[in-house]
């Protein structure tokens, strides 16, 4: 392998949410050069961290039946046990609930915990309170997906955050989806719930890393036999 493409392996790919993004802050740093070199150092500084928020890496999925995966690359905020939201339907009893909250410097694009269908997505306008507050939960602007898997229904909730101002969603309902694929993407710092069954453990802590489509957040066949997990 010769050494640029040895170098271009190690770069991950851009997802096409970005390039208008990019290419504004590219445009915006030449323009800085022509006005005073230093500015446009700055420009360019921000145009690679643009880029970098909106990589879109190769993720492994674990195969293993009856697991959850995380559905965003981030930290572990809050392990709990809350009302889900109405618009999800899942019932008037609180529930599991991990959150996951991401950072400017994490990557945004969002991936299905489970393996189902979409029965339902909800949208809800709101406000930007800061994502890692409980309460941005029921505050904040939210896109939510049920989906309804061979051991249960899972609720996904995309929240908005201090900064983030767009919610993507890529999917339909009635779709079908595995594991590990991509859903959507939120621009600019935020989190996202996954409600699970009753009777679900969780198999995170909270101040833990997560990264999508790869960290496992509970198993549905904890139970079977040989179903054992590290703690964090």
Known sequence: MSIANSIRAQIPPIHPEGYPFIGGFALLSLVLFWLWSPLG??????????ALFFRDPMRVTPVREGIVVAPADGRVSMVSRVLPPAELGLGD????????????FNCHVNRSPV?????RIAYRPGK????????????NERNSLVISSANGR?????????VARRIVCFV????????GE???LIRF???????????TVPLVSEGQTAIAGETILADFRLSDPGRTYRGS
């Open 189 to 199: 710092g935020s989190r996202l719930d996954v409600y699970l069954p009753e009777g």
């Open 154 to 162: 899972i609720g996904v909730t995309q929240i908005a955050g201090l």
């Open 93 to 104: 009893r609180p529930l599991p609930r991990v959150s996951i909250f991401m950072s400017v």
């Open 41 to 50: 150092w700055i420009g360019t500084v921000l145009t690679v961290w643009c």
């Open 115 to 119: 393996t189902g269908r979409i029965d």
């Open 172 to 179: 339909r309902e009635g779709q079908a989806i595995g594991a």
């Open 182 to 184: 991509r859903f959507g």
């Open 128 to 139: 930007f309170i800061n994502a890692e507050l409980d309460k941005a939960s029921e505050d």
